[in-house]
């Protein structure tokens, strides 16, 4: 069964950039309909970028041209480079894959963006 690791989460200021990763353990994943939500306190937990097999990319709109979503397949990781953040980009973020139609979750790791 996959399992997924999220690290990369720091505290930084505006205009800094931080890259996430998760990284599967327990089975191969090659993150074909995979995704990095957010979710900052008091609020639900909303996606930020996706990815899917072919390649094809989305982006939550406040994101657009400062987040890039990749994976690398040989090394079973998902990345999200943030770059220009803001402060309110502060969230835990969570990586997301769905395989054999089970959706998983990584722990999440906590980006604080601080002006």
């Known amino acids: 069964q996959v399992q997924l690791v999220d690290s990369g989460g720091d505290l930084v200021q505006a205009g800094g950039s931080l890259r996430l990763s998760c990284a599967a353990s327990g089975s191969i994943s090659n993150f074909e309909n995979a995704g990095w939500y957010r979710q900052a306190p008091g609020q639900q937990r909303e996606l930020v970028a996706q990815?899917?097999?072919?390649?094809?990319?989305y982006y939550k709109d406040s994101v657009k041209g400062r987040f890039t979503i990749s994976r690398v397949a040989a090394k079973n990781t998902l990345y999200l480079q943030m770059n220009s953040l803001k402060p309110e980009d502060t969230a835990v973020y969570y990586c997301?894959?769905?395989?054999?139609?089970?959706?998983?979750w990584g722990q999440g790791a906590q980006g604080t963006v601080y002006s």
């Open positions: 997301n894959d769905v395989v054999d139609y089970n959706s998983i």
């Open positions: 990815i899917t097999g072919g390649g094809i990319t």
